[in-house]
């Protein structure tokens, strides 16, 4: 699978990999889509996914980059309690 996304520091993908994996509740990074597509009755396979709406494929990659969104203010915001500078 080819990613298009380039990240600002490349060696930040394998943490975000896990952050993905860990907030969708999912076994691997990779089978994390999977999950969240089944979690809301979207029938993504390996390969083709050509078939989807895009509603469907937004309701599979909203939901985790919106997880994930929320864990990364979460974890920041405990790092400022933790190291207030200010």
Excluded: C
């Amino acid at each position: 699978m080819s990613r298009r996304n380039k990240l600002l520091v490349p060696e930040s993908r394998k943490a975000l990999d896990e952050l993905k994996a860990k907030v969708v509740n999912a076994s691997s990074p990779e089978n994390a889509k999977f999950e969240a597509a089944e979690e809301v009755g979207v029938p993504l396979t390996k390969g083709y996914n050509g078939n989807l709406t895009s509603q469907q494929n937004g309701k599979v990659g909203g939901r985790i980059g919106g997880k994930m969104v929320k864990e990364l203010v979460r974890m920041a915001q405990e790092n400022l309690n933790k190291n207030p500078k200010i």
